[in-house]
């Protein structure tokens, strides 16, 4: 408990997380790829954008309150998805589930989580989307699109910027990779973390046994050390393209959104597909080092489609201030990712709210110093002149 | 071998080769000139170059093969002439070049190389270019361009852009010059690194002797710590475009400029017949005030057409760095520090271990870019416009 009180910001639980994790586990949820220019990028970019303090608006009743796909969030974000949470805490896909529930926010389970989609859809309530990774053998992502229907998903978002796997050199460094190849280097790393060892896999051990993709279809769900034969092909992506979109939007009644658009040209093919969200993102700057930082790249997309398609970014959110200047360049939510990971690897449930409020309080704060009352009053009205002579 | 293994890039194989080398070979290999802001400019330029994602091409029929000067290659990449690869492995060049076969890349040997062009034409015979340093006394070279043509070299790289010896301050302070002056300060040096003697020059000591440059003129080829007053023969400071139409006479095969960094100079090469020039400014090595050659390549691509190819060096380290100079018009780029770490590190395994790697990130450029050969490498991956790219952090 006393580690999250400590915490004051984003960057605080990610020093308390850093002392938590194992290496190879902070790190793969931490760094990027290649030489972290895109990551760098990403920052860089919120922090050029400099705002104006608006004086004498009575801010009293101000709300972070938004609409999404038609629904009420609390604030304009949503808990993106990763991988990893499960290694950062003992089940920890629900724990940050139940947290983002609480907070009123839409929380994003991706493929490779180590809880069942229907357990978080039980134990978790709250509004719930899916991510997709799409493999080689589509029948087996058809199944997953199914399980998540009848499990009462919201929506879906295809991930399409993964085209191949990314070069994130310090995980071999590290020992580190999934499925878990319990390297003597590894090994180590778990060993001077005793009270991961313990809280974490101690007690999947002790309960559930070595954790698994557990929405993996059935085949492939090894575990994850073991993995599973032939699924390394099985899940190849590269074939990925817009007839799978299409595809997909027939299989999929609800709310349907890519993830990775990066490209006017792109973003107008989603609407012809009928695609109802694009989230402009880099993947946190996890994949294509030389990637263009996606608040840069927000205007000219949101400029091109208008309202015809709902748009959403990620990729370096740390400060609810990042939000407000996402928000007045045309994205109608962000997606947190290692954010909301550290507070959980920190605390579980507990941590990832702690998280969700730091952002929603600066986000708050920023609004009454711009003289905002609601979201939608969010608007580059508070950019210091023009935003591009701030970044360049 | 498991020093290789620990390597993921190539500034991994850079750490390793520092930790071999001596330091005043490893300077030699790795520093510029003067204050290294070309050097920091080179590769400042390329990671201010930002790119989008192109999402759901299918990608997975994806090559980096591609045609240069008629012919097939691996991918978009040939090795620059180097003078210190068989200082950095014993017989480096050998290894490098048999890398570079196995590869399917051009390989270039220079002048300045320690083991002989016949030898490496026997040995590592993929497409062998050689890179000439032109002398005062130009018979002397064309009796090197003669020697080049008789061992089947496919191409011939006139360098024209070390018109005056490069002020590489660090050399004279570590004591480290070629011709080998062994002086005190080098022969601690080397003590330090008994991998290195052990490996490398016990190995030539006990069969070739000292090691030369072998491919020099007769009269010429001594051994590395021969008389430094050779560096007058050497002189090239009266290199001219007389001189190109006489190499182009002399020469049937490809003939290439390297260090070609203006666009008269880039128009002037396609009148004198000119097959290709190397947009470079010697990694940075020369002229500290140069500017990054792939700022400068996409005024000369723009000029010059499809009516020379044109290649480009200086800063390559990444696989992404080659989608960019291709992009931005370039047919190859070379490299030299990038492939020389490898090299060091482990001789033909670690130059080959160089190539995978550069190779391996640029099929995933290419992926995430969504092209699926390199002719489809244009601007349009590129994010914004390239001026305001090349702003970006400046």
Same mark, same amino acid.
């Given at each position: 408990?006393?580690?999250?009180?400590?915490?004051?910001?984003?960057?605080?639980?990610?020093?308390?997380?850093?002392?938590?994790?194992?290496?190879?586990?902070?790190?793969?949820?931490?760094? @990027?790829?290649?030489?972290?220019?895109?990551?760098?990028?990403?920052?860089?970019?919120?922090?050029?954008?400099?705002?104006?303090?608006?004086?004498?608006?009575?801010?009293?009743?101000?709300?972070?309150?938004?609409?999404?796909?038609?629904?009420?969030?609390?604030?304009?974000?949503?808990?993106?998805?990763? #991988? @990893?949470?499960?290694?950062?805490?003992?089940?920890?896909?629900?724990?940050?589930?139940?947290?983002?529930?609480?907070?009123?926010?839409?929380?994003?389970?991706?493929?490779?989580?180590?809880?069942?989609?229907?357990?978080?859809?039980?134990?978790?309530?709250?509004?719930?989307?899916?991510?997709?990774?799409?493999?080689?053998?589509?029948?087996?992502?058809?199944?997953?699109?199914?399980?998540?229907?009848?499990?009462?998903?919201?929506?879906?978002?295809?991930?399409?910027?993964?085209?191949?796997?990314?070069?994130?050199?310090?995980?071999?460094?590290? #020992?580190?990779?999934?499925?878990?190849?319990?390297?003597?280097?590894?090994?180590?790393?778990?060993?001077?973390?005793?009270?991961?060892?313990?809280?974490?896999?101690?007690?999947?051990?002790?309960?559930?046994?070595?954790?698994?993709?557990?929405?993996?279809? @059935?085949?492939?769900?090894?575990?994850?050390?073991?993995?599973?034969?032939?699924?390394?092909?099985?899940?190849?992506?590269?074939?990925?393209?817009?007839?799978?979109?299409?595809?997909?939007?027939?299989?999929?009644? #609800?709310?349907?959104?890519?993830?990775?658009?990066?490209?006017?040209?792109?973003?107008?093919?989603?609407?012809?597909?009928?695609?109802?969200?694009?989230?402009?993102?880099?993947?946190?700057?996890?994949?294509?080092?030389?990637?263009? +930082?996606?608040?840069?790249?927000?205007?000219?997309?949101?400029?091109?489609?208008?309202?015809?398609?709902?748009?959403?970014?990620?990729?370096?959110?740390?400060?609810?201030?990042?939000?407000?200047?996402?928000?007045?360049?045309?994205?109608?939510?962000?997606?947190?990712?290692?954010?909301?990971?550290?507070?959980?690897?920190? +605390?579980?449930?507990?941590?990832?709210?702690?998280?969700?409020?730091?952002?929603?309080?600066?986000?708050?704060?920023?609004?009454?110093?711009?003289?905002?009352?609601?979201?939608?009053?969010?608007?580059?009205?508070?950019?210091?002149?023009?935003?591009?002579?701030?970044?360049? | 071998?498991?020093?290789?293994?620990?390597?993921?890039?190539?500034?991994?194989?850079?750490?390793?080769?520092?930790?071999?080398?001596?330091?005043?070979?490893?300077?030699?290999?790795?520093?510029?000139?003067?204050?290294?802001?070309?050097?920091? %400019?080179?590769?400042?330029?390329?990671?201010?170059?930002?790119?989008?994602?192109?999402?759901?091409?299918?990608?997975? %029929?994806?090559? *980096?093969?591609?045609?240069?000067?008629?012919?097939?290659?691996?991918?978009?990449?040939?090795?620059?002439?180097?003078?210190?690869?068989?200082?950095?492995? !014993?017989?480096?060049?050998?290894?490098?070049?048999?890398?570079?076969?196995?590869?399917?890349?051009?390989?270039?040997?220079?002048?300045?190389?320690?083991?002989?062009?016949?030898?490496?034409?026997?040995?590592?015979?993929?497409?062998?270019?050689?890179?000439?340093?032109?002398?005062?006394?130009?018979?002397?070279?064309?009796?090197?361009?003669?020697?080049?043509?008789?061992?089947?070299?496919?191409?011939?790289?006139?360098?024209?852009?070390?018109?005056?010896?490069?002020?590489?301050?660090?050399?004279?302070?570590?004591?480290?010059?070629?011709?080998?002056?062994?002086?005190?300060?080098? *022969?601690?040096?080397?003590?330090?690194?008994?991998?290195?003697?052990?490996?490398?020059?016990?190995?030539?000591?006990?069969?070739?002797?000292?090691?030369?440059?072998?491919?020099?003129?007769?009269?010429?080829?001594?051994?590395?710590?021969?008389?430094?007053?050779?560096?007058?023969?050497?002189?090239?400071?009266?290199?001219?475009?007389?001189?190109?139409?006489?190499?182009?006479?002399?020469?049937?095969?490809?003939?290439?400029?390297?260090?070609?960094?203006?666009?008269?100079?880039?128009?002037?090469?396609?009148?004198?017949?000119?097959?290709?020039?190397?947009?470079? %400014? !010697?990694?940075?090595?020369?002229?500290?005030?140069?500017?990054?050659?792939?700022?400068?390549?996409?005024?000369?691509?723009? /000029?010059?057409?499809?009516?020379?190819?044109?290649?480009?060096?200086?800063?390559?380290?990444?696989?992404?760095?080659?989608?960019?100079?291709?992009?931005?018009?370039?047919?190859?780029?070379?490299?030299?520090?990038?492939?020389?770490?490898?090299?060091?590190?482990?001789?033909? /395994?670690?130059?080959?271990?160089?190539?995978?790697?550069?190779?391996?990130?640029?099929?995933?450029?290419?992926?995430?870019?969504?092209?699926?050969?390199?002719?489809?490498?244009?601007?349009?991956?590129?994010?914004?416009?390239?001026?305001?790219?090349?702003?970006?952090? /400046?």
């Amino acid at each position: 408990m006393s580690a999250l009180d400590d915490c004051f910001n984003i960057a605080d639980l990610r020093e308390a997380a850093k002392r938590r994790l194992p290496k190879g586990v902070f790190e793969f949820v931490d760094r @990027a790829t290649e030489d972290h220019l895109a990551l760098a990028a990403n920052r860089s970019a919120f922090e050029d954008v400099k705002l104006r303090h608006r004086s004498l608006v009575d801010v009293s009743n101000r709300s972070t309150k938004t609409m999404l796909f038609g629904k009420p969030a609390a604030l304009p974000m949503v808990i993106a998805p990763t #991988g @990893a949470a499960g290694l950062c805490w003992y089940r920890g896909e629900l724990a940050l589930a139940k947290a983002a529930a609480a907070a009123g926010i839409p929380l994003t389970l991706s493929t490779a989580s180590m809880t069942a989609m229907e357990t978080i859809a039980e134990q978790a309530g709250g509004r719930l989307w899916f991510q997709l990774y799409v493999w080689k053998r589509r029948d087996l992502s058809y199944q997953i699109i199914e399980r998540a229907k009848a499990a009462g998903y919201e929506a879906l978002i295809v991930t399409v910027d993964s085209a191949v796997p990314p070069n994130r050199e310090y995980n071999s460094r590290n #020992g580190f990779a999934l499925p878990f190849s319990p390297n003597p280097r590894f090994l180590m790393d778990i060993a001077r973390h005793p009270s991961w060892t313990l809280g974490v896999m101690g007690r999947y051990l002790t309960t559930i046994g070595m954790p698994k993709h557990e929405n993996y279809p @059935a085949e492939f769900q090894g575990t994850i050390t073991s993995g599973a034969a032939g699924r390394v092909d099985a899940m190849r992506i590269d074939s990925l393209n817009w007839d799978d979109i299409a595809r997909f939007r027939d299989m999929w009644p #609800g709310v349907l959104m890519l993830k990775g658009v990066n490209r006017i040209d792109d973003s107008i093919k989603a609407i012809g597909y009928g695609v109802d969200g694009i989230i402009v993102s880099n993947h946190g700057g996890r994949n294509m080092d030389s990637a263009a +930082a996606t608040l840069d790249v927000l205007p000219e997309i949101v400029g091109a489609v208008g309202d015809k398609c709902t748009v959403i970014v990620d990729s370096g959110v740390r400060r609810g201030a990042d939000i407000v200047k996402a928000v007045a360049l045309g994205a109608k939510a962000v997606l947190t990712g290692r954010a909301t990971l550290y507070g959980t690897a920190v +605390a579980g449930q507990e941590g990832a709210a702690k998280a969700i409020g730091i952002i929603k309080t600066e986000m708050d704060k920023t609004m009454a110093y711009t003289g905002l009352n609601a979201v939608h009053e969010i608007s580059t009205d508070i950019f210091y002149d023009d935003w591009r002579s701030n970044h360049y | 071998m498991s020093r290789l293994d620990d390597c993921y890039n190539v500034f991994d194989l850079r750490d390793a080769a520092k930790r071999r080398l001596p330091k005043a070979i490893f300077e030699f290999v790795d520093r510029s000139t003067e204050d290294e802001v070309a050097l920091k %400019n080179n590769r400042a330029a390329f990671e201010r170059i930002k790119l989008r994602h192109r999402s759901l091409v299918d990608v997975s %029929n994806r090559t *980096t093969k591609t045609m240069l000067f008629g012919k097939e290659i691996s991918m978009p990449m040939a090795i620059a002439p180097t003078g210190a690869a068989g200082l950095c492995w !014993h017989e480096g060049e050998l290894e490098l070049a048999k890398a570079a076969a196995k590869a399917k890349i051009p390989f270039t040997l220079a002048t300045g190389a320690m083991t002989n062009m016949e030898k490496i034409a026997r040995e590592a015979n993929f497409r062998l270019w050689f890179q000439l340093y032109v002398w005062k006394q130009r018979d002397l070279s064309y009796g090197l361009i003669e020697r080049a043509k008789n061992a089947g070299f496919e191409a011939l790289i006139v360098t024209t852009d070390t018109i005056v010896p490069p002020n590489r301050e660090y050399n004279a302070r570590n004591g480290f010059n070629i011709p080998f002056q062994p002086n005190v300060r080098f *022969t601690l040096d080397i003590m330090k690194k008994p991998e290195w003697f052990a490996n490398v020059l016990v190995k030539y000591l006990t069969s070739i002797g000292m090691p030369r440059n072998e491919n020099y003129p007769p009269q010429y080829q001594r051994a590395l710590r021969a008389d430094p007053k050779m560096f007058d023969v050497m002189r090239q400071d009266n290199l001219n475009w007389e001189d190109v139409k006489i190499f182009r006479d002399k020469w049937p095969g490809i003939l290439m400029l390297k260090g070609i960094n203006r666009v008269d100079d880039a128009l002037k090469a396609i009148s004198y017949g000119v097959d290709g020039i190397i947009v470079s %400014n !010697h990694g940075g090595r020369n002229m500290d005030s140069a500017a990054a050659t792939i700022d400068m390549l996409p005024e000369i691509a723009q /000029a010059v057409g499809d009516k020379i190819t044109v290649l480009l060096d200086s800063g390559i380290r990444r696989g992404s760095d080659v989608a960019k100079a291709v992009a931005l018009g370039a047919k190859c780029v070379l490299t030299g520090r990038a492939t020389l770490y490898g090299t060091a590190v482990g001789g033909e /395994a670690g130059a080959s271990k160089a190539v995978g790697i550069i190779k391996t990130e640029l099929d995933k450029t290419m992926a995430y870019t969504g092209c699926n050969g390199i002719d489809e490498i244009t601007t349009d991956i590129f994010f914004g416009d390239r001026a305001r790219n090349s702003m970006v952090g /400046a």
